[in-house]
Nanobody
Framework: QVHLVESGGGLVQPGGSLRLSCAAS????????MAWFRQSPGKKLDFVAA????????HYADSVKGRFTISRDTAENVLYLQMNNLEPEDTAVYYC????????????WGQGTQVTVSS
């Protein structure tokens, strides 16, 4: 398993941008599929985006397509989520997850970082 630590959250105005980072420790980071999830108060955990271990295959929730970009840096063992044109509905705690088979319920999770979109 890997240990994950998210950072980069904060308060941003609608239309603004943020980049979230997820630092991973542990061996064989490049073998893991990685993903971002989010949870708003009183709501269930939602999938946001994922990138597979081939570094090419990506998946996005419909609500973030065209606005968010997931990427990863193997040399630095970091997963990123570039978020542009943010909306109030994007307000949530964002979590990163890692699993060898993209079975997120069985994978490693970070502690989360708060993103608040408000004027």
């Amino acid at each position: 398993q890997v240990h994950l630590v998210e950072s980069g959250g904060g308060l941003v105005q609608p239309g603004g941008s943020l980049r979230l980072s997820c630092a991973a420790s542990g061996r064989a980071f490049s073998n893991y599929a990685m993903a971002w999830f989010r949870q708003s108060p009183g709501k269930k955990l939602d999938f946001v985006a994922a990138i597979m271990s081939d570094y090419t295959t990506t998946h996005y929730a419909d609500s973030v397509k065209g606005r968010f970009t997931i990427s990863r840096d193997t040399a630095e063992n970091v997963l990123y989520l570039q978020m542009n044109n943010l909306e109030p509905e994007d307000t949530a705690v964002y979590y990163c997850a890692a699993d060898l088979r993209a079975d997120w319920s069985r994978g490693s999770w970070g502690q989360g970082t708060q993103v608040t979109v408000s004027s």
